[in-house]
T-cell receptor, first 111, second 113 residues
Framework: LAKTTQPISMDSYEGQEVNITCSHNNIATNDYITWYQQFPSQGPRFIIQGYKTKVTNEVASLFIPADRKSSTLSLPRVSLSDTAVYYC????????????FGSGTQLTVLP | NAGVTQTPKFQVLKTGQSMTLQCAQDMNHEYMSWYRQDPGMGLRLIHYSVGAGITDQGEVPNGYNVSRSTTEDFPLRLLSAAPSQTSVYFCASALAGAQETQYFGPGTRLLVL
């Protein structure tokens, strides 16, 4: 499983766009990039996954450059309820049997 | 669908006691897993199962046992509780071949004195 590096914490204000970047220099050809969100006292929740270029859903967008050595999770117009820990995971989910969570990024949205 | 359910929500044990954390899912998922999360840290995989009758160890399996007799249930047993097992335990499930999209339960907070 490719190792990932992301900032420990980030602060933002309500209404702003937040971008969280994850570095994964050793990503393999068959690896996908997956992001989870975890609110306090809850289990993590899958939010988005991508392989290359851009993926968008109702929650977030995921930008992946051509070399795929990094990815950026973009949260548009955050609110206080987006305060959570965000985890970046990389793996070949077709063959991998487990998710490896790092320490994640603590996003705090301020009023 | 209830999704993934875990019981109990909170438990206090004395060192040396044994107990079973229950996990059930009603989504007919083949893949199930147990994680522990310690304060300020990410989740670490304890055990996982790819189907009834099949289990395997994760990153931190020592002190824990699992079994998978049905698709729906995946209990985690603490054989002899130790203070180092104080943690929050999460159970998760996923479709086979889609382990990247796991559905997590609400967690069980365990305190071992």
């Amino acid at each position: 499983l490719a190792k990932t590096t992301q900032p420990i914490s980030m602060d933002s204000y309500e209404g702003q766009e937040v971008n969280i970047t994850c570095s994964h220099n050793n990503i393999a050809t068959n690896d996908y990039i997956t992001w989870y969100q975890q609110f306090p006292s809850q289990g993590p929740r899958f939010i988005i996954q991508g392989y290359k270029t851009k993926v968008t859903n109702e929650v977030a967008s995921l930008f992946i450059p051509a070399d795929r050595k990094s990815s950026t999770l973009s949260l548009p117009r955050v609110s206080l309820s987006d305060t959570a820990v965000y985890y970046c995971l990389v793996g070949d989910w077709g063959s991998a049997r487990q998710l490896t969570f790092g320490s994640g990024t603590q996003l705090t949205v301020l009023p | 669908n209830a999704g993934v359910t875990q019981t109990p929500k909170f438990q206090v044990l004395k060192t040396g006691q044994s107990m079973t954390l229950q996990c059930a899912q009603d989504m007919n998922h083949e893949y199930m897993s147990w994680y522990r999360q310690d304060p300020g840290m990410g989740l670490r995989l304890i055990h996982y199962s790819v189907g009834a009758g099949i289990t395997d160890q994760g990153e931190v399996p020592n002190g824990y046992n699992v079994s998978r007799s049905t698709t729906e249930d995946f209990p985690l047993r603490l054989l002899s509780a130790a203070p180092s097992q104080t943690s929050v335990y999460f159970c998760a499930s996923a479709l086979a071949g889609a382990q990247e999209t796991q559905y997590f339960g609400p967690g069980t907070r365990l305190l071992v004195l």
